[in-house]
């Protein structure tokens, strides 16, 4: 576990700088992670962040489809937001463990 | 007379019988026992057909053999559920009534959602191993395949047997070299997920599998679409790969039935407590294996040691008591990597696989996250241990349905992300 300080905020983060603790996460730290990532945030990430944590709260695996079909973005802008790895930058931005198989 | 319905007679729905008869009087509830095939599949055996290590005839038995004496089986399709009439309608029309319900459809393949997947090409040089058909084509497919490029794609989380695609891919090393055609074949792997390995002791483990077997990574693949004619994949962020040979495992839903019952998630999986096994549908309805759509891998291993604890809560619901919530997402599997080794690994919903020793801590013989020939002649034991006591419901010695720490090597703190 490594500690990092975003927005003035101390906050615990795994070897990959995925937050470990979603309770730490607020959006002045999202918006620092974004800018790692090369992301300025707009109301629309914003809008895939909260789907994103609110999934991760009901326990639901993410998928690329399950975003798609969300309602809230397609595929298409999903990328658009997130470039390359969506799925990755937008889960560290949203201060979840990145998606993960079984090994 | 009350009445308990399983719907699917594959490896949890069988379990379940055989677990159930044994538990309940047979003067108080019948078990009937729904099903639309004749055979019984081992599907971990399709994994080993196209390579020709198991024959057809060695993954399969005949459906019956395994239900016991006072369980009635209907061979039929199942149609829906009206979980507010507490029936389930079959396919020839008869509705079958219950007072307990135990969904045990699995999952299955799903290749027309990915676009052009299915076509004139589907397993001529697009296959999948993940059904009967599929594995045993694909073996046809593999006897006189002169080379070129092997493509083994994984389409989207989660699936079940996770590992068996990077299996395929390890096998498939093994087998080229054995033919003396290595040289021809340039073995790919691409996956929607950000590497081979994703736990980091995994990762550190065994990232030198994939180099030492010169098999190319493609990582973060989101498939939109097949071109057959083409042969290639593309990808939402604008990525290709070309094939000359692609095996794929498309998209895993739970069965049609499921989202005409009005229920299921995006990919009919069933919604279920983790930890009871009991559906967020109703109280009367249980869930085991592939159907559900718990943060646990879809594995028979996960199924057996679910078995153990939904038997138990039925009771309980029987009784009118509490059900008891501790199913730890336990799971323990074999990964073959080729040349006559495996790894080994146990693992549950927080703690991630680790090296160590199992079953008896220090003593082994099997290593985990270790590449052995024991952990190889493991995995083939495995076939013989699914036909004569898991899906006989019979308990294996020294492994318990909740997971051990010992003789584990575990670093830090437990983590807590949800697996596919
Ligand atoms: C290639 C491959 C390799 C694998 N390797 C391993 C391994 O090494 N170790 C391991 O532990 N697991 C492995 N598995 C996974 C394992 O086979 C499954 O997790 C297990 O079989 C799940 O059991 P289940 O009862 O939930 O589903 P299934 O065994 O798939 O049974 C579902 C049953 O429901 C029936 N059904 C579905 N819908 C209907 C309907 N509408 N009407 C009537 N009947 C219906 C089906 O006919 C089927 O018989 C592997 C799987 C594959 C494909």
């Known amino acids: 576990m490594i500690e990092k300080t975003y927005a003035g905020i101390c906050v615990s983060c795994n070897e990959e700088g995925y937050l470990t603790d979603l309770s730490q996460w607020n959006r002045q730290i999202g918006t620092e992670i974004a ?25 639901v695996p993410l998928t690329i489809r399950k975003i798609g079909k969300s309602g809230v973005v397609d595929i298409k802008e999903f990328y658009a937001l997130f470039p390359e790895g969506p799925l990755k930058k937008a889960s560290r931005i949203s201060g979840i463990p990145k998606p993960v198989g079984c090994i | 007379m009350k009445h308990l319905l399983i719907l699917g ?25 729904v099903d639309k ?26 459906i019956d053999k395994f239900i016991p004496k006072g369980v009635q089986l209907v061979r039929e399709k199942i149609d829906r559920i009206d979980k507010d009439q507490n029936l389930v309608r079959l396919q020839n029309g008869r509705e079958i009534a219950y007072d307990i319900l135990i969904i045990a459809t699995g999952t299955d393949i799903a290749p027309q959602e990915i676009e052009g997947m299915e076509g004139d090409h589907w397993h001529k040089d697009v296959f999948d191993f993940y059904t009967y058909t599929g594995s045993k084509n694909l073996r046809n497919k593999l006897k006189d395949w002169e080379g070129g490029k092997l493509v083994v794609h994984i389409c989207e989380m989660p699936i079940k047997c996770p590992v068996a695609p990077l299996e395929f891919a390890f096998l498939a090393d093994s087998f080229f070299i054995h033919k003396g055609m290595r040289d021809k074949v340039d073995i790919t792997f691409v996956t929607p997920l950000d590497g081979a390995f994703t736990k980091p002791t995994a990762s550190k483990e065994l990232a030198y599998l994939l180099d030492e077997k010169n098999i190319h ?51 009919n999986f069933v919604p279920t407590n983790k930890a009871t096994l009991q559906t967020q549908v109703k109280e009367n309805i249980f869930a085991i294996g592939d159907a559900t759509n718990i943060p646990a891998s879809k594995a028979g291993s996960v199924a057996h040691f679910e078995a153990e604890i939904l038997t138990e809560n039925i009771l309980r619901y029987i009784r009118g008591e509490e059900l008891k919530a501790h199913f730890d997402g336990h799971a323990n599997c074999f990964i073959e990597t080729g040349h006559g080794k495996a790894l080994l690994i146990d693992f549950n919903y927080t703690h991630e696989p680790v090296t160590g020793s199992f079953p008896l801590p220090g003593v082994g013989p099997l290593r985990l996250l270790k590449e052995t020939h024991m952990n190889h002649l493991g995995k083939l ?14 308990h294996i010695p020294l492994v318990s349905s909740e997971m051990s720490t010992a003789g584990k090597n575990y670093e830090e703190e437990a983590e807590t992300s949800p697996t596919s």
């Open chain 2, 9 to 33: 007679a594959g490896t949890s729905g069988t379990m379940m019988a055989n677990h159930l008869r044994r538990e309940i009087s047979p003067e108080e509830w019948a078990i009937t026992i």
């Open chain 2, 217 to 267: 990574l493609v990582p973060n693949f989101n498939i939109e679409r097949v071109d057959g004619e083409g042969k290639k994949i593309h990808d939402y962020g604008g990525k290709e790969v070309e094939y000359d040979l692609l095996v794929t495992v498309p998209t895993n839903m739970g069965d049609p039935m499921i989202e005409r019952s009005g229920f299921g998630d995006d990919l």
């Open chain 2, 381 to 394: 034991a495995f076939r013989w241990i699914y036909w004569n006591m898991l899906i006989k419901g019979k």
């Open chain 1, 35 to 59: 800018k790692e990532e090369g992301i300025e945030m707009s109301d629309r990430h914003w809008e895939v962040v909260n789907y994103i944590q609110d999934q991760f709260k009901k326990e």
């Open chain 2, 37 to 62: 095939e004749e055979t019984h599949y081992y599907q971990p055996g399709f994994l080993f057909v196209p390579f020709d290590i198991y024959k057809p005839k060695q993954v399969k038995k005949s």
